[in-house]
């Protein structure tokens, strides 16, 4: 394989351009022996002569006038390339996609996003925001999207197995208990879950990485749940329980806004949902993107 430079299709080009090592050293701002060795070099690796004098200048052998298009087609491909990547680069350069859980819409990315755009070096950075919705598989389909370049950084709770993929825990969210302000255990201020034997439960369906989290909660207390509804979304959940048809466990920052519900933490057994930040380990970040992964990771323990 032939070992050509591109300085050398560089300074080839100017060469046919100009017809003359002079002006054409002068073009490329360079001394004149540089430019005759840089040409002789090409040459050689070429074992064909390129140019040749015509008194005091110089001209294109046949081999070079052939050569030409072929230079000139590459150079400007190349250029097209770096024009096209710069203007990638400054499109995408203030802008951040984050993907998350649908758990992490009402407070965490709201009070994340609002903090990092106080600060004076990114006002002028722009955000796309996808939220995985609990019908397409969330954590999963959040994770395909990151793995596809359609999303920077995703912010999930369960933790997939996948070496492309750096997971940073960065806060634990608690879950509650959602009750009718009819249901007896209203009155208590913190749940057992041994208490809520006697209940049915309204559980988020198999689709839900949540349901997973629910299920691990009773059997840490040695519990099979009775579970009346499946449901898909919190509104659903928030509907049947206010109607007092069961209860529902849901993370604490789940915003419930029905005065016929009654929210309680859980006192046994002790459990916090870790939330991950996840990248791809050797994908380039932009600065943008960078900048609020550190921030996401130095602010988020205030959650």
Not at 178 to 198: Q, R, V
Not at 263 to 289: A, D, H, Q
Request: glycine share 4%; aromatic share 10%; net charge neutral.
């Amino acid at each position: 394989m032939h070992k050509v430079n591109l300085y050398q299709l560089y300074y080839f080009r100017t060469m046919a351009k100009m017809e003359h090592y002079t002006k054409a050293a002068e073009e490329l701002c360079m001394t004149q022996p540089s430019l005759s060795h840089a040409i002789s070099a090409l040459e050689s690796e070429l074992d064909t002569h390129l140019f040749e004098r015509q008194g005091r200048n110089v001209k294109l052998t046949k081999y070079g006038r052939r050569l030409l298009p072929y230079i000139e087609n590459a150079i400007e491909e190349l250029e097209s390339g770096i024009k096209m990547m710069k203007e990638m680069t400054s499109e995408t350069d203030n802008k951040v996609s984050l993907g998350f859980i649908y758990t992490l819409t009402s407070k965490f990315i709201p009070t994340i996003i609002n903090g990092f755009l106080k600060e004076e070096q990114n006002r002028n950075i722009k955000f796309s925001l996808k939220e995985g919705s609990t019908r397409d598989a969330c954590t999963l389909n959040l994770v395909r999207s990151l793995k596809e370049e359609k999303l920077d950084l995703i912010f999930i709770s369960l933790l997939p197995t996948d070496p492309e993929i750096e997971f940073i825990p960065i806060f634990k969210q608690d879950l509650v208990v959602l009750l009718s302000n009819d249901c007896p255990l209203a009155s208590h201020d913190t749940i057992d879950l041994k208490d809520t034997e006697p209940y049915s439960l309204i559980q988020y369906t198999g689709k839900v990485g949540l349901k997973q989290e629910i299920n691990h909660l009773f059997e840490m207390v040695n519990m099979v749940p009775n579970v009346s509804y499946s449901v898909e979304d919190e509104l659903s959940i928030v509907g049947l329980v206010a109607a007092n048809i069961g209860i529902a466990i849901v993370p604490n920052n789940l915003t419930v806004q029905d005065d016929r519900i009654t929210v309680r933490p859980i006192s046994n057994p002790f459990y916090k949902r870790e939330i991950y930040l996840g990248y791809i380990k050797n994908r380039y970040m932009s600065t943008s993107v960078k900048r609020f992964k550190d921030y996401a990771i130095k602010s988020a323990s205030q959650f």
